[in-house]
């Protein structure tokens, strides 16, 4: 049973529009999102974070935007650049229960393709 | 300042050897995780080690060990492997203090086995 979903595969861009990738999720559990970028032969790369009890986390041209409600995030890139081509994957934990706690739960990846 | 470092970087396997990989967690992290990631899929939790003890662990066999040296660092050892643990396997360190954005990850081991 897969508990967090990338359901796009891949996604196309032009250079300087908006990159909406989107995340679902099953376990309510869930306090923490992440998202991280990987770049081939290379280990992923933490981005942004959000903890459940926001709805939305800003950094610099990266958003992501939380709905509890509907077990959804995204992640918009504004605006988008060739170098933010890469596999893009959502992660989430449950929150603290002890030592060994934070395990992420990664959903299958997204690629991004931003064309010049 | 060095991250994760991960060894090797590559690895052929015969089915039904056994294997072991490294990892060295960034300077101030005292936690190791291990993941698998098959090819087209995210990375996988396998265990997560701290204080040189397994503290979690995800869906995988007992051919699947771990341990974690009093200097932090770990290794990753499978069993009689199967060509299905063809994978790349990362590993990540943390603090232990630190929320879940503090991990780092390694580059990886890739694992083929034949």
């Known amino acids: 049973d897969q508990q967090v979903k990338q359901n796009s595969p891949s996604l196309s861009v032009q250079e300087g529009r908006i990159s909406i990738l989107n995340c679902d999720y099953t376990?309510?559990?869930?306090?923490?999102f992440l998202w991280y970028k990987k770049y081939p032969a290379e280990g992923p790369t933490f981005l942004i974070s959000i903890s459940s009890i926001k709805d939305k986390n800003e950094d610099g041209r990266f958003t992501v935007f939380l709905n509890k409600s509907a077990k959804h995030l995204s992640l918009h890139i504004v605006p988008s650049q060739p170098g933010d081509s890469a596999v893009y994957f959502c992660?989430?934990?449950?929150?603290?229960?002890?030592?060994?706690?934070?395990?992420?739960?990664f959903g299958k990846g997204t690629k991004l393709s931003v064309i010049p | 300042d060095a991250g994760v470092t991960q060894s090797p970087t590559h690895l052929i396997k015969t089915r039904g050897q056994q294997v072991t990989l490294r990892c060295s967690p960034k300077s101030g992290h005292d936690t190791v995780s291990w993941y698998q990631q098959a090819l087209g899929q995210g990375p996988q939790f396998i265990f997560q080690?701290?204080?040189?003890?397994?503290?979690q662990r995800g869906n995988f066999p007992d051919r699947f060990s771990g341990h974690q040296f009093p200097n932090y660092s770990s290794e990753l050892n499978v069993n009689a492997l199967l060509l299905g643990d063809s994978a790349l396997y990362l590993c990540?360190?943390?603090?232990?203090?630190?929320?879940?954005?503090?991990?780092?990850f390694g580059s990886g081991t890739r694992l083929t086995v034949v």
């Open positions: 990540a360190s943390r603090s232990a203090g630190h929320l879940p954005y503090g991990y780092t």
């Open positions: 080690y701290y204080e040189e003890e397994e503290r």
């Open positions: 992660a989430a934990s449950v929150g603290y229960s002890g030592a060994g706690s934070y395990q992420l739960t």
């Open positions: 376990n309510s559990m869930f306090d923490y």
